[in-house]
């Protein structure tokens, strides 16, 4: 086994991204190449052959050397299931829970999901985002909210995860639809015209983030007509339309989402983001409309970084 080298795989929903990754225990993780593959949904069962078909060549390079894979890779669609370990959990519990197996010789790990019950009291997911999380614990921890010593870590996507961090554990999390309600109604309903035309209008966003702050609890339903009736009566621009629906949606995710986290951890002033850079921005306005300072951080790189922890903490243990 080609000892400094591994490889660490994101393989979602959609898309499957590999990283051939020199590791030093010294030094920062040197990624050395990369492939891209469908995701988990594209598959069709035939995970083995697509890996190989990308991974392939490295082997052959570089001979055999270790996979780390996150992702919905370990769901009951994918590869492998990894079953969820229960929240309030610790780097050390994630990298321990991973699920192990062998295929063509190879050494695999799919590290497992996370589950808890979220602050509404209702049962609660994450697959993928606990890679990052373990990867922020270790490298680029944000600013402790002095009274209770926690942290807030706001992951967006299709599925919002707004985490709160505290001890050196993932203590709990909710989700929000927002990216994928923001998706349908941009596609598949009356709100939006043209959705393949869209600008983005920082101004415009931010007026549906305010209208989302002055909403009574239940009143996001009625609030999302204006999106059409304002583009009738001439407010509003078709191709500015979906900045205000963004602005509206993301506004009341960070609404209900700030409300239930300062329940369990006081005020908040400050969160961290782990995501796209586009989307992570428009969550940095929201929050900041509101008084809530955002600092964003390098997805990628924070993903790396839970690869490598996983690697140090299994690998290097087991080579010494």
């Known amino acids: 086994m080609t000892e400094a080298l591994f490889i660490a795989g994101d393989w979602g929903t959609t898309h499957l991204r590999l990283y051939l990754c020199q590791h030093n225990s010294s030094q920062a993780l040197n990624i050395v190449a990369t492939q891209m593959g469908p995701g988990v949904s594209q598959v069709e069962g035939n995970f083995e052959q697509i890996f190989f078909d990308l991974a392939g060549q490295w082997f052959e390079d570089h001979g055999p050397m270790p996979v780390i894979l996150s992702g919905m890779v370990g ?28 295929a063509r010789g190879i050494d695999f790990s799919i590290i497992s999901g996370l589950r808890t019950t979220n602050p509404l009291g209702t049962p609660d997911l994450m697959r993928g985002e606990e890679l990052q999380l373990l990867g922020w614990m270790g490298a680029a921890a944000g600013p402790t909210n002095k009274s209770t010593g926690a942290e807030l870590v706001v992951l967006p996507g299709t599925h919002n995860k707004w985490a709160l961090v505290r001890g050196g554990k993932i203590e709990t999390f909710v989700t929000a639809l927002t990216g994928e309600l923001y998706s349908l109604l941009q596609n598949h309903s009356v709100l939006i015209a043209n959705g393949e035309s869209a600008d983005f209008s920082d101004d415009i966003f931010l007026q549906g983030v305010k209208v989302a702050t002055t909403l009574e609890s239940g009143q996001l339903l009625q609030a999302l007509f204006a999106t059409r009736s304002r583009q009738v009566l ?20 960070v609404v209900g989402s700030v409300a239930l986290m300062e329940k369990q951890m006081g005020r908040i002033s400050s969160v961290e983001l782990i995501g796209e850079s586009a989307l992570s921005r428009c969550y940095q306005l929201a929050l900041e409309s509101v008084d809530i300072k955002a600092e964003l951080r390098d997805a990628t790189q924070i993903s790396i970084s839970g690869y490598q922890a996983v690697y140090a903490a299994v690998y290097e243990v087991t080579q010494s």
């Open 75 to 102: 769901s009951n669609i994918g590869w492998h299931a990894a079953p969820y370990i229960d929240c309030p959990a610790s780097a050390e519990q994630i990298v321990a829970g991973r699920t192990g197996f062998q």
């Open 234 to 253: 001439g407010e509003l621009s078709e191709s500015y339309a979906s900045s205000y629906l963004s602005g509206l949606l993301i506004g009341s995710d």
